[in-house]
């Protein structure tokens, strides 16, 4: 029909899953439907398995809970966490597509200063599509955004950047305070838009939410592993914390990027403060030794795959974190766990051999 108004296909429609971690039904989806509709949903459901967790009608989506995960995983299972948010990385594991984004289920659509609803999806792919600029720090921020470029004395020799490997997003509203900062400002509300997204400079750790996250699964998804967290361990609300430093560390080994900026979602709901300090307490003592672990650890020049990095990492967890507290051999035996099970389930398909006989 002439005339007629053809909608773009969306940006990586079929490289792309959302993974989003619930307990509740996805109500919020409604609100995301323009956005998240022509992509592949994982949900991974924590808690108890024999609840159903209703999903509007129109999604294409995958669910699994922990039954699944015992099912599909075996004894590996182990590695997975329960009832934390950590249970989402069994979804970055089982998906085939070459990218992620994941959202927590009390994340809504936010609208930038002009009133206009942000397309957070968009704004990820776009960040995880250009270059970073991990070397050398440029001062407009982000280059290779339309109306800005590299400033004057920025090295020739670095302007082609490196691969993007992790998109970290923001949020309004709600900001992602840990409990005693949420007890001494439970009124404050993140109300500052900054419209740019910048590279973290090599060297330089951050604290990572899983939130409003995307990474590209080709380059750094064995790096994404929430750890051990939740029922029956001693600490909690670290996951994403642990995963992004693990992350960084190796992105900086294997010469990879990390934005962090655009784009904002809407973060609607507080969690309880004096919840959040059982979960956090050890944490925020733990993180005091952690994060001088992660800013000193070196990882050998053969170590040149994202796995081979991580099994290193997780040794030297073990020697140096295990110190610390019992907690860390039990995580560093569950990274090394993690990365048999993510072999597992993602090894390339054998080669077919003529009439079934080996030359």
């Keep these: ?144 955004t339309p109306g800005a470029d590299f400033v004057r004395g920025y090295p020739f020799s670095l302007r082609e950047g490196v691969p993007t490997a992790v998109s970290h997003g923001l949020w309004l509203n709600i900001p992602d305070y840990d409990a005693p900062t949420q007890l001494v400002k439970p009124l ?22 899983g939130m409003n996250l995307a990474f590209d699964r080709e380059l750094i998804g064995p790096a994404m592993y929430f750890g051990l967290m939740g029922d029956g361990q001693p600490i909690g609300r670290y996951d ?45 003592f733990w993180q005091e030794e952690c994060i001088p672990f992660f800013q000193n650890v070196t990882l050998p020049k053969d170590s040149t795959t994202v796995q081979k990095c991580y099994l290193e990492l997780a040794n030297q967890v073990r020697d140096k974190l295990g110190k610390v507290d019992g907690y860390f051999v039990k995580l560093a035996d569950a990274m090394v766990t993690w990365i048999e099970a993510w072999e597992e389930l993602n090894s390339p398909p054998s080669a077919a051999i003529p009439n079934g006989k080996a030359n």
């Design 1 to 144: 029909m002439a005339g007629a108004i053809v909608s773009p296909t969306p940006l990586l429609k079929d490289e792309l899953d959302i993974v989003i971690p619930t307990i509740r039904n996805l109500d919020f989806l409604e609100m995301w439907r323009p956005f998240f509709q022509p992509y592949h949903l994982i949900i991974v459901q924590d808690g108890d398995p024999s609840k159903t967790i209703k999903v509007p009608e129109g999604f294409d989506y995958e669910l699994y809970n922990r039954n699944d995960i015992n099912r599909i995983l075996g004894p590996k299972a182990s590695c997975i966490s329960f009832k934390d948010s950590a249970c989402r990385c069994f979804g970055y594991m089982v998906s085939k597509k070459k990218y992620i984004y994941t959202i927590d289920d009390d994340c809504f659509v936010a609208k930038d200063p002009s009133g206009k609803d942000i397309n957070a999806l968009e704004q990820h792919i776009k960040n995880l599509l250009s270059p970073s600029t991990p070397f050398f720090f440029n001062t407009l921020y982000d280059p290779y």
């Design 188 to 209: 404050e509300r993140n109300t500052r838009y900054v419209d740019a997204v910048m590279t973290i400079p090599k060297g330089t750790l951050f604290p990572m939410c």
């Design 240 to 284: 994403d914390m642990w995963a992004g430093w693990c992350t960084k560390v190796i992105c900086d080994h294997l010469g990879l990027g990390v934005k962090t900026g655009l784009p904002y979602i809407y973060h609607s709901k507080a969690s309880n403060p004096f919840v959040n300090l059982k979960k956090e307490y050890n944490g925020i």
